[in-house]
């Protein structure tokens, strides 16, 4: 079946470091893909996402893009900060429509 | 938008007893989803219902476990009788549908059985 991996965590950066947090997906047909943000003591919130091949989806200053040759959905951002500690989920949509998460990878970033 | 609503937010309860859940999704959202978030098995699907009607319920673990949606604007997961391995996490979801959709966590219920 579907299913995604993410690499393993904790990520500890200090602020202002670039930050990759890489995501490889296994589907079949091309999923629509997303990265979810989890903050502590709270719910998942939509970071980005992509639906199609070579689409880049961006927010906040994090930018992902849909890589179908490798399958890969790779999370960067160019300067963390403090406030982007949190837990990090990739995920697809299936053609059942149901989301597969990864496991998910925790970011601390330290003034 | 208030966004997906759930209730209550913090549950504690004994072993055997009865716990429900409840959820209000987004308005106009035709999906609805049930997830639980355990260290051990991270996030999984339990259930999930398209316009009221249950789709998939693969991940509902055993009977204990049932879900329900009466309408467009309210759904229940009810654990009947708890366990403590039943301790975990449970995020309601709702999305609008189709290709590509987003789905919208609400807050999560924090559910501990003693």
């Keep these: 079946g579907d299913s995604v991996t993410q690499m393993e965590g904790p990520v500890t950066l200090s602020e202002e470091a670039f930050l990759t947090i890489n995501c490889t997906y296994t589907a079949t047909g091309y999923p629509s893909l997303f990265w979810y943000v989890q903050y502590p003591g709270e719910g998942l919130q939509l970071l980005l996402k992509a639906t199609k091949a070579d689409d880049k989806g961006s927010n906040k200053g994090f930018e992902a893009t849909y890589r179908k040759e490798t399958t890969s959905f790779h999370l960067e951002k160019g300067s963390v900060q403090v406030s982007d500690s949190a837990v990090y989920f990739c995920a697809l949509l299936d053609s059942s429509y149901k989301l597969i998460f990864g496991s998910g990878t925790r970011l601390l970033v330290r003034p | ?114």
């Excluded at chain 2, 913090?10 to 716990?19: A, F, L, R, Y």
């Excluded at chain 2, 355990?38 to 219902?49: D, K, N």
Aim: charged residues 20%; contains cysteine; aromatic residues 10%.
């Design chain 2, 1 to 114: 938008d208030a966004g997906v609503i759930q209730s209550p937010r913090h549950e504690v309860t004994e072993m055997g007893q009865e716990v429900t859940l409840r959820c209000k999704p987004i308005s106009g959202h035709n999906s609805l989803f049930w997830y639980r978030q355990t260290m051990m098995r991270g996030l999984e699907l339990l259930i999930y219902f398209n316009n009221n009607v249950p789709i998939d319920d693969s991940g509902m673990p055993e009977d204990r476990f049932s879900a329900k949606m009466p309408n467009a604007s309210f759904s229940t997961l009810k654990i009947q009788p708890s366990e403590p391995r039943d301790s975990a996490v449970y995020f309601c979801a709702s999305g609008s549908g189709g290709a590509g959709e987003t789905q919208y966590f609400g807050p999560g219920t924090r559910l501990l059985v003693l």
